[in-house]
């Protein structure tokens, strides 16, 4: 099995920054792409940003230009900075993982999620 555990939500003022890491464990052979989503109360879950294991990148208009994705393949770990945020980004923000296991069977992974509050 795999787990993926977040870290470094919070409240934080409009303007400021945050950086989320996620970092995967358990029985895993390879992982593809990683990527970062938000759910919102009342709204559908989103893409924030996602990159291949090769460090393609893609981000929603929404938060390109202040979101920055990256990841650490010796550590199985991807994080998402955040910068000049903005009450519209308050959501609860989960990882994602595409992970190859030892039994050769990839499957799609998600994180318990990590909440961020921008707020005055």
């Known amino acids: 099995q795999v787990q993926l555990v977040e870290s470094g939500g919070g409240l934080v003022q409009p303007g400021g920054s945050l950086r989320l890491s996620c970092a995967a464990s358990g029985t895993i052979f390879s992982i593809y792409d990683m990527g970062w989503y938000r759910q919102a109360p009342g709204k559908q879950r989103e893409l924030v940003a996602r990159i291949t294991r090769a460090g393609s990148i893609n981000y929603p208009d929404s938060v390109k230009g202040r979101f920055t994705i990256s990841r650490d393949n010796s550590k199985n770990t991807v994080y998402l900075q955040m910068n000049s945020l903005k009450p519209e980004d308050t959501a609860v923000y989960y990882c994602?993982?595409?992970?190859?296991?030892?039994?050769?069977?990839?499957?799609?992974?998600w994180g318990q999620g990590t909440q961020v509050t921008v707020s005055s």
């Open positions: 994602n993982a595409k992970v190859s296991t030892t039994d050769l069977l990839t499957r799609n992974y």
